[in-house]
């Protein structure tokens, strides 16, 4: 049977931001369909490069944040193309290296870390005026100042675990924030990546049970990697956090871990990217958290600063010093395919690198 | 005592003379203080210091440079070429001062690509030269090498990473050395050269000198406006945080004078104040400067000795001065004492007598020095005898007679004038608690001022004792009430050292004892302010190189991108090897970030602002993921009994049909069949009559003959991992959720088929006819012409394989077989459509080849004759996803759970009534969860409700996050809690509609501010218009709600 893959293949190239999906059979030869993304240009407003930019889990509330000292809020709506500035939240009291935002189960809360060694965390609240009018108010409702260093990474635990935030700092810490008691109560890691923490991810909750019959214990995970070259997997026991494995690969410093989210999946997967310009894929086979094998995806041409999976699992954005996306998704074949770039080169080099 | 400390005295100059020709940038004096080198641009001259000739110019060189000097400095080893080294610009040139004081150039080094910014001999090799430059590296030269004069290569290149701000040779170890960027202090091994062999983050902005104190100290000046002492985590594990002196401006310099604790100190000037000024501290007592040189605009300062101290300056003014140090200026300093031999000084010279000076510093070991007396009594002993003669100290010389009528021992006048002595110049922080001076016992404590956040301040206080035998002997100390944070050790050893030393030189201690005291209580305090106020402001070298592009995924199919504009293309430093991958690269480009404001460079970023260079892209990138929104609203997720399913599924089939999915569309028509065909067996029980042997009640759990049908739930479950499998989680989510049958047992009793029980009878005949693993399940087929004959051997099949789970190779061929037929069957157009449809999700692998027809073939085709078009499609679908089933399950079994524990928990037979084995149901449930999880972000909470509906394991995990919100009525007319829809008290309803006064019953709604309400219907319409409670009460419940939740 000749079998062609239908192939996806779409353009992300900078600055232009040009992204056109052009769905093309291989097996004609010719273009089947061509459909153009909806695409929404926020301009943020920053006064200096954006360091990271999260939409909220609904998908209509875009914070950025800068290296200007602030966060920014805007309400995106990607259908209609609308977008409005709501908010910019000031306090930190240097660059804002990334925000994430809380599952809305628990208001609508965004956490912010800086290079001022703190974490804030922000909390929008409504107020219906007496004429009716909702007035939006960000305020930090809490302010983490644990930190020696910058911290450089934060990430909500999923939220079956309740409010938790990771932070990873380059003071070599990784501080566990939990919201217990309508207080914050902060457990930290010392020492868990030496020279520093860059990035911190969190298991997801629901990891699909192949078990038939037992209802595992639910574990608390998460990933960080940092300037010792490793990724870390921690696990909760008895209210501490130990080290459960260490994932050797990298040659440089890790700088992002992006744990694969559970909707579908049949793995635990880890992609971790590094200034070695390698990013990997750690895969757990036996699903026991202990033995992961690595998988290396590609070399790129710079440093690869971002990874980050898409809802189900199977597409890997990657971004780098070069300023440069692309996407990544697994084939039946089991090689990563990188299905964004317009020209064939990538997957060349793909294979001229494995 | 007439210089008591605190006054600090304003010294001039003795000498000054200008040399406005020079234009000199730098100056150094050599070794022997005879030559001062003033180096500029276009001259280099030699000055001689000595007296007769004093501030002659010597030599003049006409240098004829095009950058300006940026350093320079005399080599220090004795008995070697006296030779100078000056840095400009990336080169640095080594010059020999010959015997008839000329300048000859011996070499030029250009080893550097950037601006060279300290160099420092080693004090211990006379050819060794370390420089240091923007371009991130340290180079070491050996001068003598040839390597130096063939290649003008360094011997060594540390890579710093970040551009070091200065330089320093360890004064005792020629291995060591320091280099400093940013906060951030650098030890280096030279003979491990690779990387540093600490780090010491002293100060949260850039520290401007760097001076070893002492051999594992390291003193640093910074624009935090602090100097601090720092030891090597390597000698000082625990405590290597020391003193730290706080001044008004921005620190430039800070270098141990040569007599005692002496500290020079130079400020950044600011707005042409007197900050510039040069300060002398005594290490022990920060709290104000023992003398401050009236010079302005230092650009260099050095320490000559004659028969006093001098300092020697050169100032922007182009003038060199001499300042003579008064000699009781250097006693406060601990460096009066003059039997100690001093040797001449420059600026960054060795002096032994530094070393004591900060001997405290480096003094961590327990044990006493040697010679130190011990106390020679237990401190509380009154005994008064007198103490033998004992030769003066320069610090007796200083204490008054005591007027005092009791006859005192030696250590109680000495004490009781000390104690007069200090206590004016005692800290507010410090209070005396307890002075038994005759007992010689004193008690003070630290009362650390109240936070304003409501923490307790940090306390601890000290009681001394001190031995008869004080101030030759050292007294004993004990830490009273620390609050936790104070290292009662640290104090403890601190202390003791103090006391030590002044014990050894027969002084007094008790102020050096108090002044360490409140060092270490204030450094504890500034470590707490230091979190919460600093925050640094340069580049730090382990803080990862900023992100300035990234594309991250988003809610459900959003790709959130941004990125760096195109102007902007590459901020990198001039090390081509990549991105950066630390911060400290942007350092010049941050330092100017920070001080934006203060120097007035904003213009960079008015630029970056009216170019709009920070934009975000936000893609919706659904069309890649394979559901989508549109299906999610349009699907069934819920039936409410097993007859509607067939419907929903043909529903579905429709939606995706219309929503241009029509490779699903094919699967729930697959899905609506077997839906069908469940309900049939169930309703018609005729149907099964052909197998009909015996008529005998079997057991209900083996009565389910649609689980053991491979069109039945096998299908069903392998279409739904399939989906699941390529993240498709709305289909498999969607499909797990219709056939979950929630409650097995009421349809049952609604349908009363008990009828059916025939068919599984035979079953249950084959089942015992055919015990699992027995050879091919294709030799039971008795003559089989019959569609439900057909259907039999598959289920014997599927049975068996229920209860070997990991040899399911028949069952594969089995399929094999099917698709094998359909291949052969199938002609052309009904192939093509449907495998198109199926390629892009599907991996099908080319099965024709090597499987010839087996005996299934015949039993096939009357099935296809038999049921049609539509069935064909199912035998179809069956095949190839079974195989991919096969696949999924098969890997999902070696990589999940492990064969073993497959083997150890068989799958129990799926009961009557269900489709899917409630075995799995924990897996339906991730899957269900997924999708919930994706119509929550789509904001379908009516679809994603009804698809939490059908979970069948509730784990609760609605933790207890925060404290719950606990309704409880109250009854209006008794004011009594009430449980239940009645009052116990007064036996009426307890909730009233406030609108129509009758009993609230059914759907009501309160307000959880007043607690008025009623009707929903009612109180929907009450508020559509209104904000206040309908009763009257003043509540404003619209507003007041959304209060109460916060």
Redesign the interface.
């Known amino acids: 049977m000749d079998r062609k893959q239908v192939l996806l293949d779409y353009v992300a190239s900078y600055p232009d931001h040009q992204l056109s999906l052009l769905v093309a059979s291989t097996e004609s030869g010719r273009m089947s369909s061509s459909t153009a993304f909806t695409v929404a240009t926020v301009d943020t407003g920053h006064e200096d490069m954006i360091h990271d930019a999260q939409m909220d889990f609904l998908g209509t509330k875009l914070a950025t944040c800068s290296c200007d000292k602030t966060v920014r809020v805007f309400d995106v709506n990607i259908n209609h193309g609308s977008q409005t500035f709501v908010a910019e939240l000031k306090g930190h009291e240097g660059p804002v290296w990334q925000v994430a935002w809380a599952h809305p189960r628990y208001d609508t809360l965004l956490a912010s870390c800086s290079y001022d060694r703190k974490v804030i965390i922000w909390k929008e609240t409504t107020e219906i005026k007496p004429d009716g009018k909702k007035v939006v108010k960000w305020d930090a409702s809490f302010v983490y100042e644990g930190h020696d260093s910058s911290v450089n990474s934060v990430c909500w635990a999923p939220p079956e675990w309740g409010l938790m935030l990771a932070c990873g700092s380059s003071d070599s810490s990784i501080t566990v924030l939990s919201y217990v008691n309508d207080r914050w109560v902060a457990s930290k890691i010392p020492n868990a990546h030496t020279l520093g923490c860059n990035a911190v991810t969190w298991a997801p909750a629901q990891a699909p049970s192949f078990d038939k019959t037992n209802e595992v214990q639910p574990v608390k995970r998460f990933a960080s990697g940092g300037c010792d070259n490793l990724v870390k997997i921690w696990r909760e026991e008895n209210d501490q956090w130990l080290e459960e494995v260490k994932l050797e690969g990298h040659s440089d410093w890790v700088r992002d871990v992006a744990w694969s989210p559970a909707a579908g999946l049949t793995r635990m997967k880890i992609a971790s990217s590094s200034q070695d310009r390698r990013v990997i894929i750690w895969t757990n086979k036996e699903s026991d958290g202990i033995s992961w094998t690595p998988e290396p995806l590609h070399v790129f041409d710079d440093v690869v600063w971002h990874v980050s999976w898409n809802f189900v699992g199977d597409v890997l954005a990657v971004s780098g010093g070069d300023n440069q996306v692309s996407l990544w998704k697994k084939r039946e074949t089991d090689s990563w395919e990188c299905i964004s770039d317009s020209s064939k080169s990538c997957i060349q080099n793909e294979q001229r690198t494995l | 005592m007439t210089t008591s400390g605190t006054s600090s005295r304003y010294g001039s100059e003795n000498f000054a003379r200008e040399f406005r020709d020079l234009q000199a940038t730098t100056m150094s004096v050599d070794r022997t203080a005879q030559y001062a080198l003033l180096a500029g641009r276009k001259y280099l001259a030699v000055i001689s210091l000595e007296f007769p000739t004093a501030d002659k110019l010597l030599y003049r060189l006409a240098y004829g440079g095009k950058y300006e000097i940026s350093i320079s400095q005399w080599s220090k080893i004795e008995n070697s070429p006296n030779s100078v080294a000056i840095a400009s610009s990336q080169r640095c040139d080594i010059f020999e001062l010959s015997d008839s004081s000329e300048l000859r150039c011996l070499h030029r080094l250009k080893g550097h690509t950037r601006v060279i910014t300290d160099l420092d001999w080693c004090p211990l090799q006379a050819n060794l030269l370390a420089t240091c430059s923007f371009d991130s590296y340290v180079n070491i030269w050996d001068l003598r090498s040839p390597r130096i004069i063939n290649t003008e290569k360094p011997q060594f290149s540390l890579s710093a990473l970040d551009g070091a701000s200065q330089v320093k040779w360890n004064k005792v170890e020629q291995d060591i050395l320091a280099s400093c960027d940013g906060g951030h202090v650098k030890i280096w091994d030279l003979r491990k050269p690779s990387s540093p062999t600490e ?1 010491i ?1 002293a100060h949260a902005s850039k520290i401007n000198g760097l001076e070893w104190a002492s051999k594992d100290t390291i003193i640093t000046a910074a624009q935090d406006c602090t100097v601090k002492f720092s030891r090597l985590a390597a000698n000082n594990p625990n405590k290597t945080r020391g003193p730290v002196l706080s001044l008004t401006a921005p620190v430039w310099r800070a270098r141990p004078a040569p007599f005692g604790r002496g500290i020079v100190t130079q400020c950044v000037p600011i707005l042409r104040r007197d900050s510039g000024l040069l300060s002398l501290w005594d290490w022990r007592r920060f709290t104000s400067p023992v003398y401050t040189f009236q010079a302005h605009d230092i650009v260099e300062f050095a320490w000559k000795k004659n028969e006093s101290f001098e300092l020697l300056t050169w100032s922007r003014d182009q003038t060199l001065r001499m300042w003579t140090l008064p000699y009781e200026i250097v006693e406060l300093c601990g460096g009066g004492d003059g039997s100690r031999p001093q040797c001449l000084l420059n600026a960054t010279g060795d002096d032994s007598a530094l070393e004591t000076g900060v001997e405290m510093l480096d003094d961590d070991d327990d044990e006493s020095p040697s010679g130190s007396p011990k106390p020679e009594r237990p401190p509380t002993s009154l005994s008064r005898h007198a103490f033998g003669k004992k030769e003066r100290s320069s610090s007796e010389r200083r204490s008054r007679k005591s007027s005092s009528p009791t006859p005192l021992t030696r250590r109680d006048e000495v004490l009781m004038n000390e104690y007069d002595l200090i206590s004016p110049d005692i800290p507010e922080t410090i209070t005396f608690d307890q002075v038994e001076l005759e007992r010689g016992l004193l008690r003070f404590s630290w009362v650390g001022k109240l936070e304003t956040k409501g923490r307790s301040g940090v306390i601890a206080g000290v009681l001394v004792s001190f031995p008869l035998g004080y101030p030759a002997a050292a007294p004993t100390f004990l830490v009273t009430n620390a609050s936790n944070e104070v290292d009662k050790n640290q104090i403890l050893k601190s202390l003791r050292n103090v006391a030590q030393q002044n014990a050894k030189k027969n002084e007094t201690c008790l102020l050096a004892c108090i002044n360490m005291f409140v060092s270490i209580m204030q450094s504890i305090k500034t470590l707490d302010a230091e ?2 106020s600093e ?3 340069i580049g ?1 070298s ?25 102007y ?2 590459r901020i990198k430093s001039n090390t081509d090897s ?2 950066p ?1 630390s ?1 400290s690269a942007l350092g010049p480009f941050l330092s100017q ?1 920070a001080h934006e404001n203060e120097d007035g460079r904003s213009r960079r ?1 008015r630029r ?2 009216k170019k ?10 659904t ?4 559901f989508n929104r549109g299906l999610g609203e349009d699907y069934y997720h819920i039936v409410s009994n097993p007859f509607a399913r067939k419907k929903a599924c043909c529903e579905n089939a429709n939606s995706a049909k219309n929503g241009k999915k029509s490779s699903v569309a094919h699967t729930w028509q697959a899905a609506s069949i077997v839906a069908d065909f469940s309900n049939e067996s169930t309703l018609n029980p005729g149907m099964q009559h052909v197998h009909d042997m015996q008529m005998a009640d079997v057991d209900d759990d083996e009565a389910n003959w649609i689980s053991y049908h491979p069109l039945g739930s096998d299908l069903i479950h392998s279409m739904i991992t399939h ?7 709305q289909t ?1 989510g969607t499909m797990a959720c219709l056939f979950t049958t929630v409650d097995p047992s009421s349809f049952h009793v609604g349908l009363g088929v008990r009828v059916n029980n025939e068919s599984h009878k035979s079953i249950n005949q084959n089942k015992h006819l055919k015990p699992p693993g027995m050879g091919s399940p294709y030799h039971t087929v008795h003559g089989s012409d019959t569609l439900h004959g057909v259907i039999m051997n598959p289920i014997t099949d599927t049975y068996s394989r229920q209860h070997r789970s990991n040899s399911w190779s028949d069952s594969l061929d089995d399929m094999k077989t099917l698709t094998t037929m359909y ?1 052969g069957l199938a002609s052309g157009g009904m192939n093509s459509g449907f ?2 449809q199926q ?2 999700i599907m ?4 099965t ?1 080849s090597g499987l010839g027809p087996s005996n299934g073939n015949t039993s096939m085709s009357s099935l296809m004759n038999g049921r049609g078009s539509h069935h064909l499609q199912i035998s179809y679908s069956n095949g190839s996803i079974s195989k991919d089933l096969d696949m ?1 399950m098969s ?8 064969s073993s ?2 083997d150890e ?1 068989p ?1 129990l037979p799926i009961p009557r009534g269900y489709i899917l084995n409630p ?2 149901n ?2 339906y449930d ?2 269900k ?3 919930a ?2 119509l ?2 789509w ?1 379908l909470l009516q679809q994603r409700a009804e698809v939490l509906k059908t979970l069948t ?1 509730i ?1 609760e ?1 609605h ?1 207890i ?3 719950g919100v606990d309704f409880s009525i109250e009854c209006r007319h008794c004011h009594q809690v009430v449980k239940g829809p009645f009052c116990q008290q007064c036996k009426r309803v307890a909730s009233i509609c406030a609108i129509c006064h009758l009993p609230a019953r059914g759907l009501s709604t309160f307000c959880s501010a007043c607690g008025h309400g009623g009707h929903s219907a009612h109180m929907l319409s009450w508020f559509k218009n209104k ?1 206040m409670c309908a009763t009257g009460c003043g509540c ?1 419940c ?2 007041e709600n ?2 109460v939740f ?1």
């Open positions: 780090y983050a979190s919460a925050f640094p402001t730090v382990n803080v990862p190189f900023p992100r300035t592009s990234g594309a991250r995924f988003c809610s459900v199919g959003m790709l959130v991108c941004f990125g760096r504009p195109s902007l293309r990549g991105t991958r911060l970030l970023s970056l602002e709009k260079a920070n934009i975000v892209t936000v893609f919706d990138v069309p890649m993921l394979p989906y699941a499998k390529h993240g498709d989680v498999a291949d495998m198109s390629g892009g991996h099908i692998s080319d024709s999924t890997l999902s079994m070696d990589g999940n759970c492990g524990s497959t928990k799958l075995g799995l924990s897996l991730c899957y969860k997924s999708y999880e994706i929550y972000r904001g394991l784990t995990n933790m996050i925060r404290a904000t404003h619209i507003e959304t209060r916060k």
